[in-house]
T-cell receptor
């Protein structure tokens, strides 16, 4: 089954404790992206990647890191989480988003709470 | 910069029509539309590309005015299942950055 898998789905952590949210897709997609969703603000892009070893900042990259060492995986790293990073995070993948094959497939989301 | 969606919320009765608008201050190459139900991930509806290529979803259509940098999503004869938050996402072509609007909450009542 074609899917984007995120882990963990729910996490409560404390300020400053490094954490990683994993994202894996099994559709051989070139493009992967991370979004955070906060009430009233919609989906805001954190980072995206066009292919292995190619990443770029989205609109809200501060406080986050990513890596793309393999095509299928795109982990999101919070080196020193702070309460303002409490949010619902979505990973998404697609072939090429600016073409008609660019449908984004979203993971189920990871709800992160930073105390 | 996020595209601007309007209205922010709309309430319909089953069978009524709705239009959701999306406008950008930047030149657009592609516009995506997604629907998100409460507690779920966004689901793809449609892509519109500069030059007129389009993928669609049955009973839901969209337009893309490149000059005005606007797109509109048309939902006809709405069904209860249409309820959810609709997001437009805009992209600038060779820059694969895809920026979403804040969403439009659509509620369809019996």
């Amino acid at each position: 089954e074609a899917q984007v898998t995120q882990n963990p789905r729910y996490l409560i952590t404390v300020t400053g404790k490094k954490l990683t949210v994993t994202c894996s897709q099994n559709m051989n997609h070139e493009y992967m992206s991370w979004y955070r969703q906060d009430p009233g603000l919609g989906l805001r892009q954190i980072y995206y990647s066009m292919n292995v070893e190619v990443t770029d900042k989205g609109d809200v990259p501060e406080g986050y890191k990513v890596s793309r060492k393999e095509k299928r995986n795109f982990p999101l790293i919070l080196e020193s989480p702070s309460p303002n990073q409490t949010s619902l995070y979505f990973c998404a993948s697609s072939l090429i988003p600016s073409r008609n094959t660019g449908e984004l497939f979203f993971g189920e989301g990871s709800r992160l709470t930073v105390l | 910069q996020q595209p601007v969606q309007s209205p922010q919320a709309v309430i319909l009765r089953e069978g009524e029509d709705a239009v959701i608008n999306c406008s950008s201050s930047k030149a657009l190459y592609s516009v995506h539309w997604y629907r998100q139900k409460h507690g779920e991930a966004p689901v793809f509806l449609m892509i519109l590309l500069k030059g007129g290529e389009q993928k669609g979803h049955e009973k839901i259509s969209a337009s893309f005015n490149e000059k005005k940098q606007q797109s509109s999503l048309y939902l006809t004869a709405s069904q209860l299942s249409y309820s959810g938050t609709y997001f437009c996402g805009t992209g600038g072509g060779s820059n694969y950055k895809l920026t979403f609007g804040k969403g439009t909450l659509l509620t369809v009542n019996p």
